[in-house]
């Protein structure tokens, strides 16, 4: 299959004197009928690093997903299959024996004393602290070490969280202390005070080492009461209508005014310089920020944005007097050139400041990320309303360049509840409507000027909400698997029925199971050309003896979609009826529509609707893919490699198609020179290997030799590592003296890093020299065993670095994100993950996890 559109390009050539060329400031002019969709798919998820043992928190939220929202059925939540794992024993081996405790006493340090003792609970009983130790007593880890208590107090052990692995340290044996400063110790060790039965915090230490650990358990803290409400182990109580009982938020944050350009920047028209006011400048600067874009040289794009400026010209006509009658006589390179300017400035801001403007933005939105539900605080995920700009479209939209006007109060309807307080706009105004329904999960609504579609601000993907509804989508797509075989008989009857309707109802059907087609809707003459299968017209499908049949249209986001694919004869046969006496533009199915056959698929099953038959056959083939598989013995890698296959398939299968990203050609190729500096590397050590013992090299596995990498390549690839050596180095001898500098030490001379730089160059001379010879002098104290080992792991590395870019390279152009989000029931992954022992991480991102916390406790046992 192909797609139609590609990325857009930002990097169209400017000349080297900076004139004025050409037509509106571009420098090759403006051409007809550009490709102009964009790719927002997301990136591969094996991407992900991996981390091992991960605990399951609660992360940040991400924004929603965007998809419309989908009513919680009545039925009630699963309860999850998981449980607390008892551990027997776990108390007592907390606890310690007052025989060893003292011999324990005399075997620590002070430090190690204190390092260990925060873990056990019980202090010991003392006399009062004196006074003059009281300065000891304010260090966060002088816990004492307990005494054996009896269970009940055990249970308020509190677990000590990853982020605090500082206090997980064994106890090791030192010097004894001296008797009389443990006696201090132990009398300054007293038991703290209680509250609501818990110990309570000790009072907080001065300085940096304070302030971290003060960082860490209120981190901890916060993630421990974000973990708390886990709806999926909730009864339901309601039949699903009722979403809230309380609702609070505060709105939506508005983007800023525009803030006009400095007097000296203007547009010319026609040669010479125009003064706009604030109104029309603002929407020349939406235009002058893509003239180095594709979108600039797409005439339908230029068309509808000059109708529109045009007709905000009538109401604030320039300043000057000027009228501006013809596009191709404006020029809005000086805009474009001040935009490039600012865009530089911000860019060579210092990481501090960087930092600064970011810690200011995100305080001033942070009342907005997040609202109360039913008391609970939840993330809210679209909070921003989009700023005003020009409408880019994705592939031939008609509207494309049209402007998009600046959302107002005005314009918005806010959703909360009855008692809760109306929040205030962050712009001047008065929302629209003030409305507290409970049965809908949507906090602000506002309809966008464009298309007239409605726009929605909704809970974050992870919210409990939106949970919920991703959770009772697949259950839907799983309760098909009891129906499909009877729906399947049911169409398959109608397929040669005498009522027209019902044949074409069924041919339908047929497409939308077997081919995972979406159903598709009506489109007005003002939108994109879109089709799915009800709306397919006769110069979309092609018939080819004897059972082929070749679909090409454009599908959703104007993604083109190409298939030739054998069919039932009966299928050919009633395609070829139903184009009988029809025209190109004729629709193929002129008795069905979407409602009509979505109203059939109810009566089928309840709530059964399109969608729900392509969630349902994306999950079952990826179930199906992923089970073919016998990886028995094989690699981390090679499992990846058989997951995203499969993955593949259920987005070719879908449709879900992406252009070759721009960077694709460039990342390949630094991919390809990584994996031959992992043939380098091993090559090196072979050779060190035959020079500690020439008998080596007639075994097999060590004799093969890289051939790939011939000797022009070595030369440059040690002349770049010797710059980064270098390089390293001179960062080193920094970051060294500048830690002198502020211990207020002499920093080192100069000299120092010299000779470091000279001995990085006689080790390259060394290997200029070895170039050429399979047998070399290994450098420092390598034994053969070493070596041996060492050469194993990089040939099983470089053996996963290959399948890691045949893996990037064969999804060039497939779309794995939106398959993974919407239609592939996540507990296939967590599952399958669990059985073949690879890490969640490698499969879904951070957002992902976030987003399915409910998938993440299936047992090996599930399937779809």
């Known amino acids: 299959m192909s797609t139609v559109s590609g990325p857009l390009s930002e ?25 102009m969709s964009e790719d927002e798919d997301m990136p591969l998820s094996q991407t992900v690093p991996p981390r091992r043992n991960l605990k399951r928190k609660k992360s940040n939220y991400v924004e929603s997903s965007g998809e419309d929202e989908i009513p919680l059925a009545s039925s009630p939540a699963k309860q999850s299959t998981s449980a607390t794992i008892p551990m027997p024993g776990a108390a007592a081996a907390t606890t310690i024996s007052s025989s060893k405790l003292l011999k324990l006493k005399r075997l620590t340090t002070k430090k190690e004393e204190s390092d260990d003792d925060d873990c056990l609970k019980k202090p010991l009983k003392r006399k009062p602290a004196r006074k003059k130790v009281k300065k000891e007593e304010s260090s966060d880890e002088d816990v004492p070490i307990a005494a054996p208590k009896p269970s009940a107090r055990k249970r308020k052990v509190k677990p000590e969280s990853d982020a605090e692995s500082d206090e997980d340290k064994p106890i090791v044996t030192s010097k004894k202390a001296p008797a009389k400063k443990a006696k201090q110790e132990e009398d300054a060790k007293q038991p703290p005070p209680k509250l609501n039965g818990k110990a309570k915090t000790k009072e907080k230490n001065d300085g940096e080492e304070e302030g971290k650990g003060k960082g860490k358990k209120k981190k901890n803290k ?81 068309k509808n944005f000059f109708n529109d400026w045009k007709d905000v010209l009538k109401k604030h006509p320039p300043l000057d007097g000027t009228k501006i009658a013809t596009f191709e006589k404006c020029d809005f390179r000086p805009m474009f050139d001040y935009f490039e300017t600012e865009k530089a400035k911000k860019k060579s801001l210092s990481a501090a400041e960087k930092k600064e403007l ?6 001033m939105e942070l009342k907005y990320t997040t609202c109360l539900l039913d008391g609970r605080k939840e993330k809210v995920g679209n909070f921003r309303v989009e700023p005003p700009g020009l409408f880019r479209g994705r592939g031939e939209h008609p509207k494309k360049g049209s402007l998009k006007l600046r959302v107002r109060p005005e314009d918005i309807t806010l959703n909360i509840g009855k008692d809760a307080p109306i929040p205030v706009p962050n712009m001047p105004g008065k929302w629209k409507f003030i409305q507290n329904d409970n049965t809908v999960t949507w906090l602000a609504t506002w309809t966008e000027n464009i298309n ?24 839907k797509a799983r309760e098909l698997k009891n129906h499909v075989d009877r729906i399947r008989s049911n169409y398959s009857g109608d397929l040669r029925s005498k009522v027209m309707a019902e044949r074409q109802r069924a041919t339908a059907m047929y497409f939308i199971d077997k081919l995972a087609l979406r159903a598709g809707n009506e489109k007005g003459e003002d939108e994109a050309d879109t089709v799915g299968c009800c709306s397919l017209r006769c110069e979309h499908v092609t018939l080819e003896s004897p059972n082929f049949i070749i679909f090409d249209f454009l599908g959703k986001d104007s993604i083109r979609y190409y298939n030739r694919v054998a069919v039932e004869p009966q299928i050919f046969k009633n395609v070829r009826i139903f184009k009988e006496n029809k025209e190109d533009e004729d629709s193929l199915f002129d008795r069905v529509t979407t409602a009509s056959l979505n109203k059939h698929l109810n009566s089928e099953m309840k709530g059964l609707t399109a969608k729900v038959f392509r969630t349902y056959n994306a999950s079952a083939t990826f179930q199906r893919l992923l089970d073919e598989n016998d990886l028995e013995g094989t ?26 990203p721009k960077t694709h050609d460039q990342s390949m190729e630094k991919m390809r020179q990584k994996y031959k500096g992992l043939k380098y590397d091993r090559m090196k050590l072979r050779h060190g290997l035959f020079g500690m013992d020439s008998k080596y090299k007639k075994i097999d596995k060590y004799r093969e030799d890289e051939s790939d990498l011939d000797e022009d390549w070595i030369v440059e690839y040690e002349e770049q590592l010797k710059s980064k050596e270098i390089e390293k180095a001179e960062k080193k001898f920094a970051k060294e003296n500048e830690k002198l500098m502020e211990d207020d030490l002499k920093p080192q001379p100069e000299t120092v890093l010299q000779t470091r ?31 041996m080992e060492s050469i194993d792991k990089l040939t099983e590395r470089i053996k996963s670095f290959k399948l890691q870019m045949v893996d990037r390279d064969e999804g060039k152009e497939v779309a794995l994100g939106t398959s993974k989000i919407n239609y592939l029931d996540p507990r296939i992954t967590a599952s399958w993950c669990k059985i073949h022992d690879v890490p969640i991480e490698r499969l879904f991102s951070k957002t992902l996890q976030v987003k399915f916390p409910w998938a993440m406790e299936v047992d090996t046992e599930w399937k779809f």
């Open 11 to 35: 990097d169209d050539s400017m000349t080297s004197n900076g004139a004025r060329i050409a037509i509106n400031g571009h420098v090759n002019g403006p051409s007809s009928h550009s490709s």
């Open 222 to 302: 916060e993630e421990e009461q974000e973990e708390v409400y886990r709806w999926w182990d909730a009864d339901a109580n309601s039949d699903g209508t009722i979403k809230w009982h309380t609702l609070e938020h505060h709105g939506v944050i508005f983007p800023p005014p525009y803030e006009p350009l400095p007097s000296h920047v203007k547009m010319k028209y026609n040669g010479k310089e125009v003064s706009l006011p604030q109104e029309s400048e603002e929407v020349a600067g939406f235009y002058a920020a893509l003239i180095e874009s594709d979108h600039a040289k797409d005439a339908v794009f230029n």
């Open 358 to 363: 970011k810690k200011a933005k995100d305080e």
């Open 452 to 475: 007239q579609s409605h726009k929605y601000v909704f809970l974050a993907a992870g919210s409990s909400l939106k949970g919920q509804s991703d959770m009772m989508k697949f259950e």
């Open 635 to 660: 690699t981390l890698q090679e499992k990846l490699n058989a997951y995203n296959k499969a993955n593949r398939l259920v987005a070719i299968l879908c449709n879900h198609q992406r252009s070759v």
């Open 757 to 787: 730089i000279l001995q990085i160059e006689e080790d390259f001379k060394r290997l200029a020299k070895e170039r050429g010879k399979d047998a070399v002098a290994v450098k420092g104290n390598k034994t053969t065993e070493k070596l």
